[in-house]
């Protein structure tokens, strides 16, 4: 749509090919996307810039991608979230009742599932924001 900006995504994972993988996809379907390899960066890059969503692997390394989920929302209650994991229990991973709606994707996912959970997360933020206010 001419005159639209693109959603812009932060993509948040220490691995380059799944930063790329990822960042490739959401750009053919008209996102724009900051990528960054850990939770500092992404903090940095979430000071400076606005997003209308983020994709954070839950295991950075040395880093919790949950806490720096909980960092985000904090400064942004309305950020949509998406959390992917190679683990295969991604969605029995405790979290905070702040954040039930967050969506759990469970790397290798297709691209049609990555699109659908960005959505789901969207969806998911918008009907807490309308039910809190």
Request: with cysteine; hydrophobic share 50%.
């Amino acid at each position: 749509m001419p005159g639209c900006p693109m959603p812009r995504i932060l993509v948040v994972d220490d691995q380059p090919d799944v930063r790329a993988m990822i960042s490739m996809l959401l750009r053919v379907n008209h996102f724009e996307v900051i990528e960054v390899e850990n939770a500092a960066n992404a903090l940095r890059a979430f000071e400076t810039t606005t997003f209308d969503g983020v994709i954070v692997d839950i295991f950075l390394g040395d880093d919790c991608g949950l806490d720096l989920i909980s960092a985000m929302r904090e400064r942004a209650p309305e950020l949509a979230v998406v959390a992917i994991s190679g683990m295969a229990t991604v969605d029995a991973v405790s979290r905070p009742s702040d954040l039930a709606d967050v969506v759990c994707l469970q790397k290798p996912f297709r691209p049609a599932e990555l699109l659908r959970a960005i959505s789901s997360a969207r969806e998911a933020v918008s009907s807490r924001m309308v039910a809190s206010a």
